[in-house]
Structure formats: structure tokens, C-alpha cells
């Protein structure tokens, strides 16, 4: 039964949305995917736009449970970015912003900061603006100067220079939870681009 001091969804949003950009922003999987071109030249804009969508999702229908939420995000990392996750990072990172939301929904706010303050900081690199250093695709069909303009072509055509450090979270050997039950950021991940792989070429 629910709770009569249960805050309304709506008034969730704003405070829903930094644990979405924070969990987001943590997420080795959708980082790779950006940065290997997956989501093409505006990877980094659509993947603010799914910061805002599963942030709306989530607050404005009133019954979402992880389930949902997990078959929501790996729809849009298909269908965005070509993308499939190995890692069970889609299903970690659902039962996470539930959780989260329920929280919130309890007005456990407080509890939910301290949680998040465990895990420690995180670079937020999905902010517009930022501009995303592209990671070189492996083809071996072209010449070192036609590889040499790619690369320049890559940089021009991003929009949105942070460091290659997309597995930085996932390479540290500190626990960055301390004592949290998810584990998402230290997925063993390889920075060739092994946990995360396309699903349909066109």
C-alpha cells in the first residue's frame, strides 16, 4: 500500500535527474559506445537526450519497476547505438535509479546522497559542449594517410576534449561502492572494446 507521505512523481524530476546524469556519467558501457562512434557524430547529444527520456520515464508514469526500465534502456542503446551490453550493466544500473526512485519517493533524499557519496566522484563528461576524443575504429582496408584523415575527419565532425579515459572507472582496482551491492563500475572491460558490441550493420 502506498504510503500517504509519498512525494509526487513530478515533484521527483529535478532531483532524479542528477542521479540519472551520476549513474550515466559512471557507465562504462554507453561512455565506449560514444567514443567508439556507435551513435554516430552527435553520440554525445543523444546520449543527453537519454539522461532527459529515462529521467521523464521514469517519474512521469506511475508504475516502473526495474524490468521496465532494463527493457527502456537496452531498446534505446539498440536501437541509438547499435550497442549491446555483456556486462549486466543495463540490468545493475535499472534496479539502481528504481531503487533510487523509490527512495525519493519516500522522501529518503538525504539517504540517497549518501549512498551516491559513497561511490565516490565521477567525471561528468555527458554535458553539452564537451567535446569527446574519438576512439580510432580498427580497419585494416585503408592506408596509413587515408587512416591519418579519418582521424582528422572524426575530430572535425564532433560537436561535442576530455582524455581517453573510458575505462578509467572500469580500470581502477579501488572498489568505488565501499559497501554498495552494485558493482557496475568495475566491470572487467578491456580498452579494445570487447564487453560492448554492435548488433546490426547497415
Known amino acids: 500500500m502506498a504510503s500517504s507521505s509519498q512525494i509526487p512523481l513530478a515533484q521527483l524530476q529535478p532531483v532524479f535527474k ?5 549513474i550515466f556519467n559512471r557507465w562504462t558501457a554507453l561512455r565506449l559506445a560514444v567514443e567508439h562512434g556507435m551513435g554516430g557524430p552527435l ?25 521496465d526500465l532494463r ?11 547499435e550497442t549491446i551490453c555483456e556486462d549486466e550493466s543495463v540490468k545493475e544500473i535499472s534496479e539502481l535509479l528504481i531503487k533510487y526512485l523509490n527512495l525519493l519517493r ?3 533524499e538525504e539517504q540517497v546522497r549518501l549512498e551516491l557519496a559513497r561511490m565516490g566522484p565521477c567525471e561528468i563528461w555527458i554535458k553539452s559542449g564537451n567535446r569527446i576524443k574519438m576512439q580510432a575504429m580498427d580497419d585494416s582496408s585503408g592506408t596509413d594517410d587515408d587512416n591519418d584523415d579519418d582521424d582528422m575527419d572524426q575530430d572535425m565532425d ?3 576534449t576530455v582524455a581517453p579515459a573510458a575505462t578509467r572507472s572500469a580500470m581502477n582496482p579501488t572498489p568505488s561502492t565501499q559497501g554498495s551491492t552494485t558493482e557496475f563500475l568495475e566491470e572487467d572491460v578491456d580498452p579494445g572494446w570487447t564487453q560492448v558490441r554492435g548488433r546490426r550493420r547497415r
Open 158 to 160: 564532433m560537436e561535442p
Open 106 to 108: 519516500d522522501n529518503k
Open 43 to 67: 553520440g554525445l547529444n543523444t546520449a543527453i537526450e537519454i539522461i532527459n527520456y529515462i529521467t521523464c520515464y521514469c517519474t512521469e508514469n506511475k508504475r516502473v519497476d526495474a524490468y
Open 71 to 81: 527493457e527502456v534502456m537496452e531498446e534505446i542503446m539498440d536501437q541509438e547505438f
Open 18 to 22: 542528477e542521479i540519472v546524469e551520476n
